[in-house]
């Protein structure tokens, strides 16, 4: 495919937030107008996907391979699978309605708006990078708008669960940084790609030690999102109680699947012995 189709779906909604930016505070009406319109055609161009995937191929689809750094070596590398492909178009599909329910708001509309659309395009990079250092970055950015769409168009306590959500965030994004920076000293790369190659044909192998400890951090990461035990929706802060009850459909239906996707493709990939251990409570309760 000529026409780089995936990251035009990804940064979409981060174009029309740039555009937003020139738009006065006041024009409440074109600001909604115009983050409906980038939303549905965020949607739209994620449509084709769906009829593009190939069922019956395995491996990544509509890769994009660019260096963006050179030293260290990171790769601008997207694809996906076809669980990336459904929460893609889910989120794609979520986020107009998203836009749609919260027309009524009236506090900060402008600033509210640019979140929501930073907000998709970090979701989307999430569930379709496959460059290490890149995920990390999508993961990053799409925390920096929930911060402050609880914070600022939350309700009740927005003001302590924005603040508790960013503190234990942070500390699984640091968990995950150590593990990316660790994986990167062991195999010399970031490609996520290349990694599972190597691993599957036996080129790459990690001690069950060390499987043991980087499957530990990944999961902690992920699991203050999800999450998998009771206990830790309070270490989440609690944020289901905190966005505005507008836009508050985007958090369950698309935001609590980040982990579980980059769960998937990460720690279960590069550790497979380690979730093959596991044991209760590491599952989801609702």
Not at 32 to 61: K, S
């Amino acid at each position: 495919m000529m026409v780089p189709w995936l990251s035009l779906v990804v940064f979409l909604p981060l174009l029309g937030a740039l555009l937003l930016l020139f738009f006065p505070a006041t024009s409440w009406e074109k600001i909604r107008r115009t983050a409906l319109v980038v939303t549905l055609a965020d949607f739209a161009f994620a449509v084709p996907l769906l009829f593009w995937f190939n069922a019956g191929r395995e491996g990544m689809q509509f890769l994009e391979r660019h260096v963006w750094i050179s030293s260290p070596p990171i790769l601008y590398q997207v694809g996906m699978d076809g669980l990336s492909l459904g929460l893609v178009l889910l989120t794609a599909f979520l986020t107009p309605i998203a836009v749609l329910v919260s027309w009524p708001i009236t506090h900060k509309v402008k600033e509210f708006f640019i979140m929501i659309l930073v907000l998709e395009s970090g979701m989307l990079g999430v569930f379709v990078a496959l460059d290490l250092f890149l995920f990390y970055v999508f993961w990053e950015v799409m925390l920096i708008p929930m911060y402050f769409l609880i914070g600022i168009w939350g309700h009740e306590r927005r003001l302590y669960a924005s603040i508790k959500f960013v503190l234990f965030t942070m500390l699984g994004s640091l968990l995950m940084l150590v593990a990316i920076i660790w994986l990167y000293t062991a195999t010399n790369t970031f490609d996520l790609l290349s990694i599972l190659e190597r691993l599957e044909q036996g080129k790459l192998m990690f001690p069950i030690v060390q499987q043991r400890w980087l499957f530990l951090a990944f999961f902690l990461a992920f699991a203050i999102k999800v999450p998998p035990i009771p206990a830790a929706h309070l270490a989440a802060g609690r944020p289901r109680g905190g966005p505005p009850r507008r836009a508050r459909c985007c958090w369950p239906a698309c935001c609590s699947r980040w982990a579980p996707t980059a769960y998937y493709a990460s720690a279960c990939h590069c550790f497979p012995r380690r979730p093959k251990n596991s044991r209760p409570p590491f599952r989801s309760w609702r």
